[in-house]
């Protein structure tokens, strides 16, 4: 038999102090990057999977909603989304900067 669980870490900058022994819903994009396997010691074990959030998320209490954002810096969270599609992230920055003067380019054109 197999539990599974998910555990959750990061921050996320909230615009407002939230009440102790108080439940919210929770909405939000997390990214799964690992996982560990732990055997209970009688033919079952447990799973749990790591996550961070790589978004914005939004906290419900009742009818109030609060609108959190993560503190992770833009490139660790291109990092996160590169290795969770299994792309090596520094081939893909090196990629990234042979092509940099045509995105600029094409950027610059666009506005």
Not at 22 to 33: C, K, Q
Not at 86 to 107: H, L, S, V
């Amino acid at each position: 038999m197999k539990t599974n669980w998910l555990s959750i870490t990061g921050k996320v900058n909230i615009p407002v102090p939230l009440v102790i022994d108080t439940d919210y819903t929770f909405m939000g994009n997390i990214s799964v990057y690992g996982e560990n396997v732990g055997s209970k010691q009688d033919g079952s074990y447990n799973v749990t999977y790591k996550a961070k959030f790589t978004d914005e998320i939004f906290l419900q209490k009742g009818e109030k909603a609060i609108q959190a954002k993560d503190k992770s810096s833009n490139s660790q969270k291109w990092r996160r989304l590169i290795q969770g599609d299994g792309f090596d992230y520094d081939r893909w920055m090196q990629w990234q900067f042979r092509n940099y003067e045509e995105m600029k380019r094409e950027y610059e054109t666009t506005l």
